[in-house]
């Protein structure tokens, strides 16, 4: 399985963007997926997860700003991101996992790592 992260940028605080996805490979439509992101300096630390039911799963700290989705048929993750603030600058990751069809905030969950796409917010 590949993933492809893309739809990062510079934005504003306040703002908006909305990152995509896109898996390629043996992929699984039940198995689950999620999005890790990593400031600079810091851990890589869990945002949301999403299983096939859908059942989201969100860090309290994107919880009512941030929406996880995905497309089966399109082989797509998404990230809705308003209200963006400086603390969410940070490179961002999907990850799906290999079996696993429980939306998980364990990275040892996810067998599956895209590149990443970097999110800057500006004050």
């Known amino acids: 399985v590949q993933l492809q992260a893309s739809g990062g940028g510079l934005v504003q605080a306040g703002g908006s963007l909305r990152l995509s996805c896109s898996a390629s490979?043996?992929?699984?439509?039940?198995?689950?997926m999620g999005w890790f992101r990593q400031a600079p300096g810091k851990e890589r630390e869990f945002v949301a997860a999403?299983?096939?039911?859908?059942?989201?799963l969100y860090a309290d700290s994107v919880k009512g700003r941030f929406a996880i989705s995905r497309d089966n048929a399109k082989n797509t993750m998404y990230l809705q991101m308003n209200s963006l603030k400086p603390e969410d600058t940070a490179v961002y990751y999907c990850?799906?996992?290999?079996?696993?069809?429980?939306?998980?905030?364990?990275?040892?969950?996810?067998?599956?790592w895209g590149q990443g796409t970097l999110v800057t917010v500006s004050s």
């Open positions: 490979g043996r992929t699984s439509s039940t198995a689950a």
């Open positions: 990850a799906a996992a290999r079996y696993s069809t429980v939306a998980s905030s364990r990275l040892s969950q996810y067998a599956y």
């Open positions: 999403i299983n096939w039911s859908p059942t989201t």
